[in-house]
């Protein structure tokens, strides 16, 4: 059960500290919470949280059953995450490497941003990618069915927090400022992080 755990925390660890590095749908919550206000702001952000759920559901339901037929699937997986680990690796310290910049948030289009964020989310590639690797990490060949439950529902409900907490906070100058002073800091945190956790799950024996 203990390795259970390991690899559940492991994967929502890395899950969680996606958060902390801005991507495309989190700027597009910071600019609509700006521009078009919070409420906006969270209307998209649960859209994307929503998105993230159904993800991780199909993901967990389509790897599970292909991990139950085929073992030796895991050992692909694990090289998969090691290697999307180190992927973010470099983009967080290539993003540790650049010079100051403003944060380019713009806006979402559109009425219903729910649906906005719902679609943009489902229709991400990346999304898939993050999901695969993800459910790699936190399950193996002999996972009971509580961990895929457990990573479904806690990883649903920490995109949801982490959504609406940038619609909220980000929204607001002073803390989009100490973001942009810490920025090359904690990027160059992450992408220590990123290389460790590459190295842990590539050495990790389920």
């Keep these: 059960m203990s390795d259970h755990l390991a690899s559940l925390a492991l994967a929502l660890g890395i899950f969680s500290l996606g958060f902390i590095s801005i991507g495309p749908n989190i700027l597009a919550i910071i600019g609509t919470s700006m521009e078009r206000g919070r409420a906006q702001g969270k209307r998209l952000a649960m859209g994307v949280a929503v998105g993230s759920g159904l993800w991780a559901t199909l993901t967990v339901g389509g790897l599970t059953a ?3 037929a085929y073992a030796e699937a895991v050992t692909v997986l694990k090289v998969f ?3 999307y680990l180190l992927w973010l690796a470099y983009k967080a310290f290539r ?3 650049r010079p100051e910049g403003d944060i380019a948030a713009r806006a979402a289009r559109g009425g219903n941003l729910f649906l906005r964020g719902l679609t943009v989310q489902m229709t991400n590639p990346k999304a898939a990618l993050q999901w695969i690797a993800i459910v790699g990490i936190g399950l193996g060949p002999e996972a009971p069915l509580w ?3 457990a990573l479904i529902a806690i990883a649903t409900s920490l995109s949801l927090a982490g959504h609406l907490a940038y619609a909220v906070t980000f929204s607001t100058q002073p803390v989009i400022v100490f973001y942009r ?4 800091w904690i990027d160059a ?3 220590l992080f990123f290389t460790f956790a590459a190295f842990k799950l590539a050495t990790f024996e389920r």
């Design 66 to 68: 292909l991990i139950t």
């Design 81 to 83: 995450g090691a290697g």
């Design 95 to 97: 993003s540790a490497a």
């Design 147 to 149: 961990t895929g439950l």
């Design 181 to 184: 002073r810490a920025r090359r």
């Design 189 to 191: 945190g992450l992408g």
